[in-house]
């Protein structure tokens, strides 16, 4: 059984730390400009806080390239900002604005952004994002890309099947796949004693047989170093990692609840521990920010959301007539869909379909289906089908994929579709 591992504090470069202070900043200036709109009724929907836990998704998406890709939750608006997000799609989301990503067909955070930033959509059924992540990381190593996928999920999150199914698919499937379990203490009204039977929640990722890690969750520095020693394993080829960031849910679980169920001295406890005062103490001490460099993040801070939040009060809502467009498919005359190939198709296909893996994982070679084809998701340490066969540990990696062929242009409908839509 692989024990809980501790990482060590990396060292960061100057503008490293810097860039987790402006963030983690960020973040809460973010939310704390919304939670005025959500009393001004400007919010269309539930607003959720991610009050005290900014180290969690700032530290975490801060490990992860440009390359690769994450699905965050609700309390993860730090992620979609270090990911580069910017704060004014962030308002016109919540506000339901015909500016938005979704032009107001949705709410919170309900966005993504596939072709640029690497963002999969969330979705509310809390644990469906780790299956989906782990096919985003089984289809990257398939497509010889080395990238890592990141998702998020809570306490009470980590109780559903879905949590299970999909961290068991990444572990046998070797997927490069990190998932943060912030554990709040909170789910709702319930605290995390009376939900779950065991004191540490990485405890789960034994029955998986993939490591883990716990770290304390308000530790910017301590976040960062973890959640990247854990997306440089995956991305060496290790599989799954599982980190427990311990942390404390200081709001209501959205804005209608005032969590008065919370003990006050637990209340107490964690906002003597809030991440960014514990990390502007640690800045200070290292000589890295004084008051000058501070007010200088508030101003810039400041300047870009008031720019911002202007900006979404001043954009219009969709038109009435909007309200039936993009709903259904409705075949052609909305939009023709297409599989995205990135191989030519004929390689991807039968009988061609069983192209080497680019980017062999030890452990994890090539395995055959039951039809004798080679599998086109590789499964372990099958044993090559005849002798005169090597196994995958004994051959070289395969080459680099081919280029993938020119697509034919959409056709004028089709490219129209793609504005109407998002
Ligand atoms: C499968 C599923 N069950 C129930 C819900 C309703 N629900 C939304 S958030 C929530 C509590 C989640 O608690 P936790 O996972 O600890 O996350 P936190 O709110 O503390 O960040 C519940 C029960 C849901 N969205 N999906
Ligand atoms: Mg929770």
Request: with cysteine; proline share 7%.
């Amino acid at each position: 059984m692989p024990a809980t591992e501790t990482a060590a504090k990396t060292k960061l470069s100057r503008q490293q730390y810097l860039d987790l202070y402006y963030f983690m900043r960020l973040n809460r200036e973010v939310e704390d400009t919304m939670t005025r709109l959500f009393r001004q009724n400007k919010i269309v929907g539930g607003l959720y806080s991610s009050l005290g836990q900014e180290a969690i998704s700032v530290g975490s998406a801060y490990a992860l390239e440009k390359r690769d890709w994450m699905a965050p939750m609700i309390r993860n608006i730090g992620s979609l900002l270090v990911k580069g997000v910017p704060p004014r799609d962030i308002f016109t989301q919540h506000m339901a604005k015909y500016t938005s990503p979704t032009k107001g067909k949705d709410g919170t955070s309900h966005f993504g952004d596939l072709e640029n930033l690497h963002i999969v959509s969330p979705i509310s059924m809390l644990g469906d994002l780790i299956p989906v992540l782990t096919g985003v990381a089984m289809a990257g190593r398939y497509l010889g890309q080395k990238i890592v996928a990141m998702t998020w999920i809570g306490d009470g999150g980590s109780s559903t099947g879905v949590f299970h199914e999909g961290l068991n698919l990444a572990a046998s499937q070797k997927a490069a796949f990190v998932l943060i379990l912030e554990n709040n203490q909170w789910a709702y009204s319930t605290p995390v004693r009376r939900q779950v039977p065991i004191e540490n929640l990485a405890d789960r990722a034994k029955a998986y047989g993939i490591p883990s890690y716990i770290v304390d969750g308000n530790d910017a520095v301590a976040m960062y170093s973890t959640a990247k020693e854990a997306v440089e394993r995956a991305r060496a080829g290790e599989g799954p990692i599982l980190i427990e960031a311990k942390t404390f849910r200081r709001r209501g679980h959205a804005q209608h609840d005032p969590a008065e169920y919370v003990p006050a001295e637990q209340r107490e406890h964690w906002e003597k521990r809030d991440p960014i005062m514990l990390y502007e103490k640690f800045l200070t001490a290292e000589k890295i920010l004084d008051a000058k460099g501070k007010k200088g993040f508030e101003d810039k801070i400041n300047a870009l959301l008031e720019k911002d939040r202007e900006f979404a009060e001043n954009s219009p809502m969709p038109p009435p007539e909007f309200a039936s467009e993009g709903v259904y498919c409705t075949g052609d005359d909305c939009h023709k869909i297409r599989p995205k190939w990135e191989r030519p198709i004929s390689e991807v296909t039968p009988p061609r379909s069983s192209v080497e893996p680019v980017w062999l994982v030890e452990g994890f070679g090539r395995g055959k289906t039951s039809s004798r084809e080679n599998a086109p998701i590789h499964f372990g340490d099958t044993q090559p089908a005849s002798a005169d066969e090597p196994s995958a540990k004994t051959k070289s990696p395969a080459k680099p994929a081919a280029k993938p062929p020119a697509r034919k242009s959409a056709p004028a409908k089709s490219a129209a579709r793609g504005k109407a839509r998002r």
